[in-house]
């Protein structure tokens, strides 16, 4: 799954912080390529407001 941060970390809560980085994502318009496994989709859950996920 492609995943595209499109909303600043500033003011998240630090765990959301934390999720971001470990998925890789930390300015505006940084993607990553993730599997798709039930991890990721933990991650993407915590942080879906501030991410573009894209299934494929």
């Known amino acids: 799954m492609k995943i595209k941060l499109v ?6 809560k630090k ?3 934390a999720t971001a980085y470990s998925l890789g ?3 505006i318009g940084d993607t990553t390529e ?3 496994n039930a991890a990721t989709k933990g991650k ?9 996920v894209e299934e494929g």
């Open 34 to 36: 993730q599997p798709d």
């Open 7 to 12: 909303k600043s970390l500033i003011g998240s």
């Open 44 to 52: 993407v859950a915590k942080i879906i407001h501030l991410i573009a």
């Open 15 to 17: 765990d959301q912080i």
């Open 25 to 27: 994502l930390k300015k």
